[in-house]
């Protein structure tokens, strides 16, 4: 801060000011209107708003006051409300205005007696409901620009050094689909005693055989097989061989006694 600024002038601390918390709209057309009135050398002040006061002097009972501001003609463009209800607060933070010149003195204009908030008058729902649905439609219309790069070689499509390998994730990866096997679904089922006999030839082969491999061997339904293996065979659910299927032990003497013969 420049030596000015090191001082803070007190003359209007004591005066009376009204906080007031205005829409964003209120705001544009206030500024609006300040920027036309400095190029206006004969209307340096123009009328914005004016405020109204209603009081019933006839009702016994006390009622609150009721303030209503209304913007003046010219700041009422569009669907913007031109009248609002200003609700006073009393129960606030005690709080003081202060200002700053160009030259960076700061002044106390005053302490905030009253503190309003502006919503759309009843009178202006109608107006009100069209600016909100002008607004939602605005933000909801995606703006997309195409610009033409001159003298342009195709360098800012290429990846640059050390890029390679930190291509995120795209749809090329994930288009890559893993290959499906065969469901049991597609695979035809054979003639039961065909398939005991296949069954018996692979015991023969060796004497413990796991359930994916006979369906790698048999090509036949998984279904299929443990319904055959059940009647043929018992499941090892322990001991070394456990997870495997053996044929009963009826089954492995008729193997036997035919080998012999």
Known sequence: MGEEAKYLETAR???????????????????????????????????????VLSLD???????????????????????????????????????????????????CEGKVEHKFDMEPHSDNLVNYGKLCRERTQKYMVKSRQVQVLDNDHGMSMRPMPGMVGLIPSGSKEKKKQTPTKPSDVKRTRRDRTEME?????????????????????TDQPEQFLKEILNDLCVYNKRGPNQGTHELKPEYKKSTGDTDAA
């Open 13 to 51: 601390a004591d005066r009376s000011v009204w906080l007031m918390k205005c829409p964003p709209v209120v705001s544009r057309a206030w500024q609006a209107a300040s920027a036309s009135s400095s190029s206006d050398a004969a209307n340096p002040n123009p009328v914005v708003a004016k405020v």
């Open 57 to 107: 002097l006839l009702s016994t009972e006390e009622q609150p006051l009721q303030f209503k501001m209304e913007l003046a003609p010219t700041n009422n463009a569009g669907n913007t409300p031109k009248s609002y209800s200003l609700n006073m607060f009393q129960d606030f933070v005690p709080m003081c205005v202060f200002s700053e010149s160009n030259q960076g003195k700061l002044s």
């Open 197 to 217: 006999n296949i069954i018996f030839k692979l015991f023969e082969r060796q004497p413990n055989w796991a359930l994916k491999a006979l369906v790698q061997e």
